[in-house]
């Protein structure tokens, strides 16, 4: 299964269209029943995600790969001390991935990663990588030798100017992570909940729910299927609060784009690129 969990939601009342919160520890148990069933064995979390590392190291199993994140760097939050009490917080001797959540600290620092190889070369950490948000931090970090095991990457129908590197990547056996698939569930918004400050979504808001009458797919399975279709693609982190979500989830996933609705898809312009950033939701 190339869908795995992300958990900031399990931490922190995060996602724009987030209207259960964090879910309770019964609620928790339920998406991991689930998960399991389905062969979602990825987790991704991170020390700045509120309390989501313990709780996922207090419900996780052997067999589940996590991935954390490290960041926000400071003298007394360096990487020694955050991976310290990431692996305290999950339970574990060694993880299947760390990432750094800003790429950025690696163009001011590349001692960091330096520091982080030596992890890998122990054997504590598995992979190896960095979030992203620019495709030329990308093209700066490669230039600069820092070649990655994972990069997780924002992508979704609107949202694919880090296609044209996917080629790349893969030439470097890259593990490509996407999230934001659903924009933080703003693809579940309606026309009129959107707002003045989404008005530059509209126009293909409402392409897009014309190609869903026509095809009689949910938004939901035009959102994820976009992604999953994609070969170049291994992961998809996905942020659920509920155990219905991850059921309906599932069940989309199953579903298939035909070549014309995926073309009718990447046809769909966006003038101003800059609202796809929840950064400039603010």
Not at 100 to 119: A, G, M, P, R, T
Not at 129 to 152: F, H, M, N, T, W
Request: aromatic share 10%; glycine share 4%.
């Amino acid at each position: 299964m190339k869908i795995a969990l992300g958990t900031v939601q399990w931490g922190l009342k995060y996602g724009i269209s987030n209207a259960h919160g964090i879910p309770s520890d019964e609620e928790l148990k339920a998406i991991f029943t689930i998960a399991r069933k389905n062969n979602i064995n990825l987790f991704d979390t991170a020390f700045q995600y509120g309390n989501a590392e313990k709780r996922l190291g207090q419900i996780s199993v052997k067999e589940n790969k996590i991935i954390t994140k490290v960041g926000y760097f400071s003298e007394h939050n360096c990487l020694k001390n955050q991976l310290e009490n990431s692996f305290k917080n999950l339970d574990r001797q060694n993880i299947y991935g760390c990432l750094f959540h800003n790429s950025k600290d690696l163009i001011e620092n590349s001692q960091l990663w330096i520091n982080l190889k030596e992890y890998k070369k122990e054997g504590i950490i598995n992979k190896i990588g960095y979030s992203l948000y620019e495709p030329r931090i990308l093209l700066e970090l490669l230039e600069a030798d820092i070649i990655p095991d994972i990069v997780q990457i924002p992508y979704n129908i609107l949202d694919r100017k880090f296609e044209p590197y996917f080629d790349l990547l893969k030439e470097h056996n890259v593990e490509i992570h996407c999230r934001s698939i659903f924009l933080q569930g703003l693809f579940f918004k309606s026309i009129d909940e959107l707002g003045s400050k989404f008005e530059d979504l509209i126009p293909p808001f409402i392409e897009l729910q014309r190609i869903a009458k026509r095809t009689k797919f949910q938004m939901l399975s035009l959102a994820l299927c976009f992604v999953l279709q994609n070969p170049k693609i291994d992961y998809v982190v996905l942020g659920v609060e509920t155990s219905r979500q991850l059921n309906q989830i599932i069940i989309a996933s199953k579903q298939k784009l035909s070549k014309k609705i995926l073309k009718q898809i990447k046809s769909i312009k966006l003038d101003s690129k800059d609202i796809l950033n929840p950064v400039n939701w603010k």
